[in-house]
């Protein structure tokens, strides 16, 4: 399933990578500068024993 | 402090082989080193042996169980990418010193399938593909974008250095593969991470690669007809700058490395004759060429477009196939690119063979990071 790895600034420093969704994984829609908002859901993975995570997504800012 | 000579250096036939073990293709390729060099392995003074993999091994000391085990200092050397060029310097630097005379470098890999990086294991759920890759091919499709962004680069531009890398290995019977890939069929391969398809990503395969270093002295003892002067040896590690621990900065560690190397050897790179270069994926070759100051920064996509880099242009760029066809098994790159330039330096590379090579540079980077650029010149 191909999905989007993208390296996003943030707004008063740092730099961090994740998944960019809520958009067409085409290189032709995705821009380079275009703005991000982070947002967090319930991760689709759990760990050997069983526990939960959240983590965090990149969407295009609305 | 003395010079330092390549007497001898060899490479086996990249390929697969799952029913010989590391040290025994490791052993195949200091054989054939030595033979190069007409001495033996009682010779050498020191064993310095690249390989990742089994890093932890001892390698270096089995493959003297292969070809004679003589008591000398045997060292496993272990540099991501850079294993095998990490191998050869130190046993360029220990002759350097003045504590050896004849040294033999090893670099030896047997890679398996599969995708590199993007590692999992340990507490918590692995990251891989939830908070984006970081695996090899989007670690590099992220360097392509960004020379994009900056300067227009396009898929397409990037998918010709696969088409030039693999023309090239149909002249290198020492390639891995052998096949001409027109642009279409490059850029319609299967898509691994954009804009890297996989006909644009390295081909893990086995192999290993060897070179015997002397001293002047020895060298002048030995004879120099086929000797080839190592003119420069560079080491770096990435210094810190702003994106890195995400964002890898192969640019900024290879320039660090390239600008050592051409002062060392007191040249600049209108010099060079060839380059051997590290293009673990097309988009990192694009890149390099800039790194390496093959041309000026956002020129790379004209160089490609033009035909620059290609054999007979003006500076050829890894005319072997490279990593791309050539192959890639990790400890053994640095030392196979060696054998490719000194190859050409001795007037010996035969169809692909680029005319009056004077001086070549070989160039390997390994992420996390260590890059290695070499300049070899022909000894007149």
Known sequence: ?62 | MTDVFVLGVDMIKFGRFPEQTVPELGAKAAQMALDDAGLKIQDMEALYCGNLYQANAMVGQRILQEIGQTGIPVVNCANACATGATAFREAWMSIKAGIYDLVIAVGVEQMGRGLLGGGGGGKGIPKEGLLGSGTMPTVFAEAGMEHSRKYGTTFEQFAKVSVKNHHHSTLNPKAMYQIETPLETVMNAEMISYPNTKLMCSVNVDGSAAAVLASERKAKELGLRRAVRVKASVLTSDPWTDRDLVMPDVNTCTRLAAKKAYEMAGIGPEDLSLVELHDCFATAEILHYENLGLCKDGEAGRMIDQGQTALGGKIPVNVSGGLLSKGHPLGATGIANIYEVSTHLRGEAGKRQVPNARFGLTHVIGLGSACAVHVLEKVA
Request: glycine share 12%; charged share 25%; net charge neutral.
């Open chain 1, 1 to 62: 399933m191909p999905y989007v790895s993208a390296v996003v600034d943030l707004e008063g420093g740092g730099t961090v990578k994740g998944n960019l969704i809520g958009i067409d994984p085409d290189p032709a829609k995705i821009k380079m500068g275009m703005p991000i908002e982070v947002i967090y859901k319930k991760a689709p993975r759990k760990d050997a024993e069983g526990n939960e995570y959240l983590t965090y997504y990149f969407q295009p800012r609305s």
